[in-house]
């Protein structure tokens, strides 16, 4: 009899299984010691934060007060450094002169009677003389007259040249005439009249109404000039002065050192100029030197043990009396600080190393002097102050 033989077959999705299952076991276990090795190097990075870059950071609120004080002090040129004992601090004095120069009309205004020179022909055989004011008429429509200013006194057969100008004030432009032939009325009636006669090459000119000069249009000129100048002189020195010095109004001295009309009151011309030459001098002082001033005072009056915050240091001013002459400003001065107590900070760092945060902030908020503490740490584990003193940062806030 033929025996059979029997194979142990599995169907293939339970065989499939079988292999997963055995590749599994391998992966599982190094999962396992992965998370065992994380979780050492985590305690082991911990440990080595805590004593390498743990710090805390502690900032601290002082006690504050205000200090006013009010003092005298003079700013004087001839002091080169402040000196806070005598109540003196250094002054410097700007100088700046300057020119200015404008046009400026006339705002004068006279008549002026044409004028010119007139050939005065005598053809009678005898020495002729005509009167001062003689009248000569040229022959136009309209009746003008020109007059002699002086006795005219003519040579037989002869002829002389005399200045004559418009016989009646206030007709101006209309006896500007050109050249022109002239007879004399006032020898009318007379054999005279025929034998004496004028004559002009040149016109007559210079008749009607022409602007000139007054004392006002120069006094004018020079108000408008010397304001004009003096508000340049107040910006140059502002510009010439270091942003650092204070320039008071009161303290600028402006004088006027020359003035130059081109004319004389009087003059017939449209327009003239004026030149104005002036002096602009201030005295100041430095901002510095009132704080420098202001902060020596201070540390000379507050107690060893106090410091002052040097950003709270208000000072103000008002100038009693200047003179510019010596050179001193008298100034009463107001200022003021906020004072703390001066906290030894290695001191601290020392008595604080190894102690809790919470008992560090309950110290150092119950030790006098002091009204507010606020402590950070990093990493955010750390629960104490570290023993390396470099690894605690302090700070003092006064606000």
């Not at 999962?31 to 090795?37: D, I, M, P, S, T």
């Not at 934060?49 to 205000?66: C, N, R």
């Not at 009678?124 to 309209?142: A, D, I, K, M, N």
Request: hydrophobic content about 40%; aromatic content about 10%.
């Amino acid at each position: 009899m033929t025996r059979k033989k029997f194979f142990d077959v599995l169907p293939p999705k339970k065989l499939a299984e079988k292999k997963i299952k055995k590749q599994k076991t391998p992966s599982s276990r190094v999962f396992r010691k992965g998370l065992v090795f994380a979780f050492l190097f985590l305690i082991l990075f911990g440990i080595i934060s805590y004593f390498t870059l743990a710090k805390v950071e502690i900032e601290i609120w002082p006690e504050t007060e205000i200090l006013n004080f009010e003092e005298k002090i003079i700013a004087n040129t001839k002091i080169f450094q402040v000196d806070s004992l005598e109540g003196i601090i250094p002054a410097r004095i700007f100088e700046i002169t300057e020119a200015l120069s404008q046009e400026f009309p006339s705002s004068g205004e006279i008549e002026k009677k044409a004028e010119g020179t007139i050939r005065v022909y005598n053809n009678y055989h005898l020495l002729v003389t005509l009167r001062s004011g003689t009248r000569f008429q040229p022959p136009f429509e309209e009746v003008l007259y020109f007059c002699s200013s002086k006795k005219i006194v003519i040579p037989a057969k002869s002829y002389i040249d005399i200045k004559v100008e418009a016989c009646r004030p206030g007709e101006g432009e209309k006896y500007n005439i050109g050249p022109s032939k002239f007879s004399v009325p006032g020898l009318s009636g007379t054999d005279l009249f025929f034998y004496i006669h004028g004559e002009s090459f040149e016109p007559m000119g210079g008749g009607g109404k022409i602007q000139r000069v007054t004392e006002d249009d120069l006094e004018t000129a020079k108000n408008i000039l010397t304001e004009m100048l003096f508000a340049r002189l107040n910006e140059s020195l502002k510009n010439e002065i270091l942003t650092d010095f204070i320039l008071l109004e009161e303290a600028i001295k402006e004088e006027i050192l020359e003035t130059s009309p081109g004319v004389e009151p009087g003059a017939e011309v449209q327009f003239f100029n004026l030149q104005v030459k002036a002096k602009s001098k201030a005295l100041v002082f430095k901002k510095s030197d009132l704080e420098s001033f202001a902060k020596e005072f201070i540390l000379a009056q507050i107690p060893q043990n106090k410091k002052f915050q040097t950003e709270s240091l208000k000072v103000d001013f008002q100038p009693e009396s200047i003179d510019l002459k010596s050179g001193k400003i008298i100034l009463n001065l107001k200022f003021s600080a906020k004072i703390y107590l001066d906290i030894d900070l290695s001191l601290l760092r020392e008595n604080l190393k190894g102690k809790s945060l919470e008992e560090t902030k309950v110290l150092l908020e119950n030790q006098a002097g002091i009204i507010k503490a606020q402590i950070s740490a990093w990493p955010f584990w750390v629960k104490k102050v570290p023993q390396n003193i470099e690894k605690i940062k302090l700070r003092i806030r006064v606000d």
